[in-house]
């Protein structure tokens, strides 16, 4: 046919579509398109995950292969089936034995092994869990036996197990300064608990603790070809695979090492001592409860909201509470915690959340940095969110973006080719369908918002959240206590490796709790000037949740006392020590006062309490000396003669007194109040402070300022009166004595 034949016939084609597409024109610019219903969504694409082949060696050693020849490159990875296992008082011997996996193995040492990796050009790692390769495939023959004696045949050489215990030591003591890596390391311990295998923090103790024996008898325990899989990926084929595995690791049958288990359920492995398996997974319990990491001065807080789940990848659910999850905070810059907490308020510049889907005990928490000031509202509308996840569906768009998210993350993942070991590889460990990642898309499609809404009401647990804080505890423990359903403590205190807070003083040995307490006295102006007070009235200013207070307090002889709060000129509460009784006058009515309260108020009732602490305190000990806001104190501890306990601070170079800290029962809540003491200014010669701020309790923070202070006024007894009804006394009786020889009731004479 001629070029000018065809060009015809083009020409007539075309007419002929235009001719066509005329006729129906005016049908498509008339028809209405119904804008209120959602396009119909395509079918789910079908995933082609790619095959992997899979052998097993003679002695248990499950081998997976998985061939890509775009680049001559092999991956090679042997991981080892680990169940979790406690430490113990050795917290860290596991990750140094990983560690120290690449650090001499067979007949070389670390710096050969470096040597012969990089003559190589190829890479080579190892952790707890296995080791780990990559080379040019024309290399990897050489690579093998390398790898080899690593995972089979380490040394663990004495000098590279006290530099890595050097460094280790280093990481930890690092920690103390790094907000997140506390949050990480305590939110892991207070989610799980700290004997769980997954709670359990190193600290500079247990790491001392870490000996070569315990790094031989770990690796010989565990890594078992019967507990491994040998993974192949990329330029290699399975009879080329089948041939190197056979001869580096096909002759490998170490001895066992077993786990004894003595009457009592006790099991001990030799060399490492007695150990602890996971039994059962941590699930949520227990009310919610607050803890505190102290950060003093921080401007910022790191809160962590979370609990533990029994939730495993095999778990049908376990897809939908992904969605759901990504849907809250996982990964969308649409996520309801990002929209809530930074799009909306502002306080953060992102707040996720994780739910972690682990074979053996999972997890959920979000986590977030806020400014000191909003540390409790973020943590408040936090649980609002995770809340309302579980009671109100989610929206047709939310949901289309979190799948699409989901989607887009996992066809990303599959332009690895290592991808597609490890899901082979997570197949096997995880006991999943052969057909998991191939139907994956196909499931996720089928999320519905009541599947979404199942799994919150499954996974989410907000009454049993754990909320963790790393943050300024002066600034915000009384902020933190409202969210806390504990009652004693309602909020605990951790330090930085998530054990007890404990106190840590510097010993002092030239000097005695009532010396210090002499200097405070004689810097404020001595028991002279104190002695020639004979009544005080002081009068204070504040304010709580916005409404201003006034607080005037009298001081009598011999520890009389009264006060009243007022606002606006209305009488909110009224106390009075008549030097025998004492009363509270609320809206709640007049109640007496005892017991604790009663002694709080002898205790206090002295313009200068410092100088009337022998009837009142039991004991006094010096604690010692540490800092607060940077000046060196002495820390006097007090028990009083009630039961109650105070912590006093004096600063070392004034003699005035900083701070007190003391626990008190509120509504039977033991709570911690903090009260600051500043701007010492004279009164008849004595120095008393013109700031007193306070934390804690009910009132939350107020901060007072001491607007005037009137001496000798001629104040009367009277004057304490508390109004008390007199108590009633009953009458007693004196019980008549039996006569040891009338018959008992049963006729029998007691001899």
């Given amino acids: 046919m001629s070029t000018s034949q065809t060009n015809s016939r083009r020409l007539a084609s075309l007419k002929g579509i235009c001719a066509a597409t005329g006729l129906f024109l005016p049908f498509l610019m008339n028809a209405q398109i119904d804008r209120t219903l959602p396009p119909v969504p395509a079918p789910a694409p079908i995933v082609n995950i790619g095959e992997h082949k899979t052998f097993t060696l003679p002695n248990g050693l499950r081998v997976i292969v998985v061939e890509n020849h775009k680049l001559p490159m092999v991956g090679v ?34 710096a050969q092994i470096d040597q012969d990796v990089d003559r190589l050009g190829a890479q080579l790692s190892a952790n707890s869990e296995g080791v780990y390769a990559s080379v040019l495939k024309k290399h990897l023959e050489a690579l093998l036996p390398i790898m080899a004696d690593v995972a089979t045949a380490p040394t663990f050489p004495s000098d590279e197990l006290a530099k890595a215990k050097k460094r280790t030591l280093s990481e930890v003591q690092q920690r103390k300064d790094d907000p997140s890596a506390i949050g990480e390391a305590v939110g892991r311990s207070v989610t799980y608990g700290r004997s769980h295998p997954y709670g359990e923090v190193a600290t500079e103790r247990s790491i001392a603790q870490v000996n070569e024996q315990q790094l031989k008898a770990y690796h010989a325990k565990f890594f078992r070809p019967e507990k491994g ?71 910022q807080s790191v809160i962590r909201v979370g ?84 009671t109100t569906r989610v929206s047709p768009e939310e949901l289309d973006l979190a799948k699409r998210f989901m989607a887009g993350s996992f066809a990303r993942s599959l332009e690895d080719p290592r ?101 405070h006295i004689a810097a404020i102006g001595g028991r002279e000037a104190i002695g020639r007070i004979k009544d005080m009235r002081m009068q204070l200013s504040t304010e709580m949740k916005d ?128 009260t600051d003491y500043s701007d010492y200014q004279p009164a008849g010669g004595v120095l008393f402070p013109r700031m007193i701020t306070q934390t804690g309790g009910p009132a939350g923070e107020l901060v007072m300022k001491v607007e005037a202070i009137d001496l000798n006024t001629g104040l009367k007894p009277a004057f304490f009166a508390t109004n008390l009804p007199e108590r009633k006394v009953e009458e007693y009786i004196e019980p008549e004595e039996e006569n040891p020889l009338e018959p008992t009731p049963d006729g029998v004479k007691d001899e």
Avoid: C
Wanted: net charge negative; proline share 5%; aromatic share 8%.
């Fill in 77 to 110: 990875q042997l991981r080892f089936d680990i169940p979790p296992m406690s430490q113990g008082n050795q917290v860290g011997f596991v990750e140094m034995m990983g560690d120290l996996l690449t650090h001499g193995a067979g007949n070389r040492s670390k």
């Fill in 229 to 299: 899989y040998l993974v192949f990926v990329g330029d290699i084929t399975e009879k080329e695979a089948k041939a190197l595995a056979k001869a580096r690791f096909g002759d490998w049958k170490p001895a066992q090492k077993y786990t004894v288990v003595d009457e009592d359920g006790k099991q001990t492995i030799e060399g490492i001592g007695e150990v602890r398996f996971l039994e059962k997974p941590a699930i949520p319990r227990g009310p919610r409860r607050v803890i505190i990491v102290d950060r003093p001065g921080a401007a």
């Fill in 307 to 390: 609990f533990p789940l029994n939730l495993q990848p095999k778990d049908v659910r376990a897809l939908s509470a992904q969605v759901m999850n990504t849907i809250l905070g996982g990964g969308v810059f649409n996520a309801q915690l990002m929209q809530n907490l930074r799009e909306d308020k502002g306080w953060t510049y992102g707040s996720h959340a994780t739910l972690d889907a682990d074979r053996f005990n999972g997890h959920f928490h979000t986590s977030a940095n806020v400014r000191t000031a909003v540390t409790d509202s973020a943590i408040a509308e936090t649980i609002k969110e995770i809340e309302r996840m579980r």
């Fill in 419 to 519: 991808t597609i070991a490890r899901f082979a590889l997570n197949t096997y460990l995880n006991e999943l369908p052969k057909d998991h990642y191939a139907t994956y898309l196909k499931r996720l499609e089928a999320v519905t918002a009541e599947d979404v809404q199942a799994a919150a009401e499954a996974f989410l647990h907000p009454d049993n959240a754990v909320i963790l804080v790393v943050g300024d505890k002066r600034k915000l423990l009384h902020r933190l206590e409202p969210l806390s359903w504990a009652t004693n403590p309602v909020v605990t205190e951790l330090d930085h490796n998530g054990e007890f807070f404990v106190e840590q003083f510097e010993p002092v040995r030239d000097r005695t709790a009532q010396q210090v307490l002499d200097a």
């Fill in 547 to 674: 409404m201003p207070l006034e607080i005037v307090q009298w001081y009598g002889p011999d520890g009389l006392f009264r006060s009243t709060v007022k606002s606006n000129g209305s009488v909110m509460r009224e106390e009075a020590y008549d030097g025998q009784r004492a009363m509270r006058s609320d809206s709640q009515g007049v109640v007496e006062l005892e017991d604790a309260d009663l002694g709080d108020l002898q205790f206090n009732g002295h313009p200068v309490p410092e100088v009337r602490y022998g009837p009142n305190v039991e004991r006094m000990v010096l604690a010692g000396r540490t800092t607060v806001d940077g000046k060196p104190v002495y820390k006097v501890h007090i028990v009083l003669a009630t039961g109650g306990s105070a912590g006093d601070y004096f600063e070392i170079s004034s003699g005035l007194k900083l701070r007190r800290v003391e626990q008190r029962s509120v509504d039977g809540r033991a709570v911690t109040i903090i």
